[in-house]
């Protein structure tokens, strides 16, 4: 996992103990440091091939993390 991949579960994390769910792509990018919401887009995509998060639904806010 590349560290900006690393980053993502965090601030997943933190926003799910803060706020009951995953943040927007934008929102997320924000909180990493990254300009493009495709680049958050594109990690995300990453780490859901890689199983370590899942969809509940269509959008980025309904992930969960599986480990």
Same mark, same amino acid.
């Given at each position: 996992?590349?560290? #900006? ?7 997943? #994390? ?11 792509? #934008? ?30 639904? #269509? ?9």
């Amino acid at each position: 996992m590349t560290a #900006r991949e690393e980053e993502i579960p965090r601030a997943i #994390r933190r926003s799910i103990q803060d706020r009951g769910e995953a943040l927007s792509v #934008r929102q997320m990018a924000r909180e990493i440091g990254l300009r493009s919401p495709a680049s958050v887009a594109y990690h995300l995509a990453n780490l859901e091939e890689r199983g370590a998060l899942v969809r509940d639904g #269509r959008s980025w806010k309904t992930c969960r993390l599986t480990g």
